[in-house]
Each structure stands twice: as C-alpha cells, then as structure tokens.
C-alpha cells in the first residue's frame, strides 16, 4: 500500500527531490483510493502550500514544528514513554518487529520515527495497516490538533492515517492532552522543561485507543511491545508546554 509510505515521506525533511515529486506522490494517493475525497482534497491544498514555498523556508518550518516543538515530535514513542527506560525496550521490540517484515533501517532514525514506522505499515497486509495504526490513534489525534493550532498545513496528513485508522481517537484523551499542550512555539526555557519530562502520555487504553484483546498479530502483539496498561483514563499528558 503505497498511500502509507507516500504519507510517511510527507513528513520528512523537506528536500528539492521531493518537493518536485509531489505531483506524483498525489497522483498514486487519488489511484488507490484508500483515503476519502476530503482528505485527498486537504492532501492536494498541503502539496500546493509545499509547492508555493521557498524550499529554505519550507525546511525551517518543518524544523520549527517537529524538531523545536517536542509535543509535535514524530517519534511515537516520546509521546507514550517520554525518556523513561521502557522507551529503550519498546524501540527495541520494534526494531524486531520491522526485522521480521524483512525490513532493516538504514537512516540515523530511530524505529519509532513516524515515516519509518509507515513505511513499514506499507509493506504489510491492508488490515493489519489499519489495526496498527488504530493502536496510535491517540497521539496521531493530538498531533493533528496539535498542528491545526498553528495552523499548519500538515495536519492533512494526519488527519489522512486517522481516516485509515481501524479505531478512532478518543475524544476525551485527545482534548485533554490539547488542554496540557496546545503545540504553541516553545521559549528555550520551555523546551529545555519539556524535554526534560518523563513521558508525554500515560500508558493507557484511553491514550493509545486499544484494546487489549484486539492486538493485530502481523504487529507482533505490538500493544504489549508498548508496556501499555488495559484500563484507566488518562489523567493529563506530562508535557506543560501549553
């Protein structure tokens, strides 16, 4: 499924290779037809925004918003275990996972980086790409909301994987994590505050949108890679950004 991994590339660094293939990035999302016309249509504006940008100011706009805003981090799990020692694990069972998908990493990033983890999702069966992005829903909800608060054309792309999501955000845990950190821009003192806190998400149901007894198997039982608790509502994210 190419449509994950054309979504995936949106949010890397932006360069002039990719910036001149945005045309056909849009043209295989229209030919599979896996998101609806809304969000096509949202997808289209955010290519023609890229497209209208000087490419030295659209590449500091993207350092702004997910390299300098820590609640906007495209690591997923910085938003469930923050720097705490279960992190190290989680990475690592994830790295198992993409091996076993006869994947290997070839970029300085880390396995939880967004892009990498969807251009994973693409490579595997269209309803196990559902069910594993159904287990972050949370945390893509709060970056979409997150984004539409700076008013960035970005958060098309996530509110696209919600859409391909096989389970929902939970309202409740996404417009609790807004009220703790609503993705302003961070003074140096609150980014060194922030990338100090432990973790930016209770490791919960209600943060992560899963089911205990509903894990994906092509995911190697991805939920519990993620040390994620069964029940209990989040009481706050961690980060006081906002």
Known sequence: MKTLKVLGTLLTYPSADMVGALPEFLG??????????????????LTDWMVGQDLLDLQEEFVALFDR??????????????????????????????????????????PDFLPLFLEYLSVIETEDSRQNLGEIANVLGVLAGRLKNRQSPYAAVFEALIEAAARKPNAKAVEEALKESAGKV?????????????????NTLQTTGQDMDSACPKAEDMLARMNLSPDGIPKSTENKEA
């Not at 295989?28 to 504006?45: G, V, Y």
């Not at 690592?92 to 970029?107: P, R």
């Not at 100090?196 to 998400?201: I, L, N, T, V």
């Open 186 to 202: 961070s003074t140096l003192e609150e980014l060194d505050k922030s990338w100090e806190e432990q973790q930016a998400f209770d």
């Open 69 to 110: 805003t820590p609640s906007l981090c495209l690591h997923l799990f910085e938003h469930v275990h923050g720097d705490s020692r279960d992190r190290g694990q989680a990475l690592v069972d994830l790295s198992e996972v993409y091996k076993d998908a006869g994947l290997l990493i070839n970029t300085e990033e880390m």
């Open 28 to 45: 295989i999302l229209k030919k599979e037809k896996w998101l609806p016309a809304d969000s096509l249509k949202a997808l289209d504006h």
